[in-house]
């Protein structure tokens, strides 16, 4: 039982990493388009490093990445235990893409002073994150079926 659960686990972290590579090109398209200049993850990094919460820091870009990262791969990893191997219904995927999205900035993002929360932000930026959040759980979804199809 310990065993399948871990192997759900770790299957659901790699989908959280790919889920999370897919997600940052609508955070991408998202900022060349100019609705969301300084991406999420940065802002928030820069609130919770040393010094004034709103001045660049150095290394920020990286740690933010990685930060974007772990968390994507973390919560893929409580998806993937979650389902534990049950096909992973794309809907159910992007409602957890979502609930992420409004637990983070209706509650703990605007708590640390990275980001207003969603009813205050500025016009683009809500709309780009839920889409971002949306296609990080399909991304996850669809991963997690198609390992399973491999077996």
């Known amino acids: 039982m310990t065993r399948t659960l871990l192997s759900e ?38 609130s919770l490093l040393p010094g004034h919460r709103h001045q660049p820091k150095p290394g920020e870009g990286l740690l933010a990445t990685v930060a974007h990262f772990g968390f994507g791969i973390a919560s893929g990893a409580l998806f993937g235990a979650l389902a534990r191997r049950r096909r992973a219904r ?36 809500p709309a780009v994150m839920a889409a971002g959040h949306v296609v990080y759980g399909t991304a996850l979804a669809c991963a997690l079926n198609r390992w399973d199809r491999r077996r």
């Open 9 to 46: 686990a770790a299957k659901g972290a790699a989908g959280g990493a790919l889920a999370t590579a897919a997600m940052s090109t609508v955070m991408v398209a998202g900022d060349r388009a100019g609705l969301m200049p300084d991406q999420p993850p940065k802002r928030i990094v820069r």
């Open 90 to 125: 794309v809907p159910l995927g992007i409602a957890y893409g979502l609930a992420i999205w409004l637990v983070s900035y209706a509650g703990w993002v605007p708590k640390v002073a990275a980001l207003p929360p969603i009813h205050r932000d500025r016009p683009g930026r």
